[in-house]
Nanobody
Framework: QLHLVESGGGLVQPGGSLRLSCAAS????????IGWFRQALGKEPEVVSC????????NVMTSVKGRFTISRDNAKNAVYLQMNSLKLEDTGAYYC?????????????????????WGQGTQVTVSS
């Protein structure tokens, strides 16, 4: 069975940090581009960041630029999202998703959202 599993979410105070992990089960991530998404309660899902299969091309959305960093370790079959200086508005369910990498892969605030595999999500709550 092919799927992704996120971990590392939790409750953190404003200004704190969390590191989310995305692990693959049943397939190898090394040929897949990965996106991180989040959805706050009652809001539309939004793109957070993405990385190509080699890890040498990343995009980070404006809302988290300078605070979040995406990285991957293909040897460990995992992708990470380091989140620093967390704000209340970063609260939400965070999801990773995988799509076969291709020339010109990118992500922006407008998407894309058409990924092949999705995880179940991990909750991040930023609260004082």
């Amino acid at each position: 069975q092919l799927h992704l599993v996120e971990s590392g979410g939790g409750l953190v105070q404003p200004g704190g940090s969390l590191r989310l992990s995305c692990a693959a089960s049943g397939f190898t991530l090394s040929s897949y581009a990965i996106g991180w998404f989040r959805q706050a309660l009652g809001k539309e899902p939004e793109v957070v960041s993405c990385v190509n299969s080699g890890g040498d091309s990343t995009n980070v959305m404006t809302s988290v630029k300078g605070r979040f960093t995406i990285s991957r370790d293909n040897a460990k079959n995992a992708v990470y999202l380091q989140m620093n200086s967390l704000k209340l508005e970063d609260t939400g369910a965070y999801y990773c998703a995988a799509v076969k990498d291709f020339d010109g892969f990118y992500c922006s605030e407008n998407g894309p959202f058409e990924y092949t595999y999705w995880g179940q999500g991990t909750q991040v709550t930023v609260s004082s």
